[in-house]
């Protein structure tokens, strides 16, 4: 069964404790994903991290299963309204394939029935073929494409790319039970969806699980 725990100023309150979030950006280092994630610099460090999940304007949730943490997703970027957001998400080694993928989904119904968010907006890396096939599985469409809107960092070295900017409508989403915050738990049924294998992508506007 798959879980969500939370970390943010949703007004039903924390799950995820800071320690916690140590494993969890431990996890992103050891996996050398914080400078995939981080591209745009937004964390460097896990001082960065911490302050990043604890900004007002960050509802950011782990996804796990048995003890072991899948992957993690946060929004923000909010528009005036509050019903609309900016997506990222990291799948971890043990967490990628379908098991993330149903995570995914669960998210996606909990932002609506619980956060009452309508929109979802994703930037992509257009490199990023792991991702884009997630964000597909998962009801985004892509609208548009940038030409070397991205600079993507490693290593020191910096090189740009296309953006894919995609948009999902949880309206258009089942709306079955999501369950209640914390100890939101989802049966893990999906098959053969995603790929294993891959990392995570970070830009200015949303990610997602992405082959390296």
Known sequence: MIRLRRYSRHPCGDDLRPEDLVILYGLLAGEGLVEVFFHDGAARSLGD??????????????????????????????????????????????GRGERFLEAGRLWFRLLREKGGLETILAVLPA?????????????????????GALEL???????????????????????????AFPGTEVEATSR???????????????????PR
Not at 194 to 210: E, I, K, M, W
């Open 153 to 179: 960092r490693r290593g020191g070295k910096r090189k740009r790319t296309d953006a894919v900017v995609c948009v999902k409508d949880l309206r258009a989403a089942p709306q079955g039970s999501a369950g």
């Open 192 to 210: 053969n969806l995603l790929p294993a294998g891959g990392g995570s992508a970070h830009v200015p506007g949303a990610t997602a699980s992405a």
């Open 49 to 94: 991290f911490l302050a990043l999940a604890s900004s007002p304007a960050v509802w950011l949730y782990a996804a796990e299963e048995e003890g072991e943490f899948l992957g993690l997703g946060f929004v923000n970027d909010f528009s005036s309204s509050g019903n609309t957001a900016f997506a990222h998400l990291a799948a971890f080694a043990g």
């Open 127 to 147: 490199c990023y073929r792991g991702a884009r096939k997630f964000a597909a599985a998962s009801g985004f469409e892509e609208r548009m494409r940038l030409p």
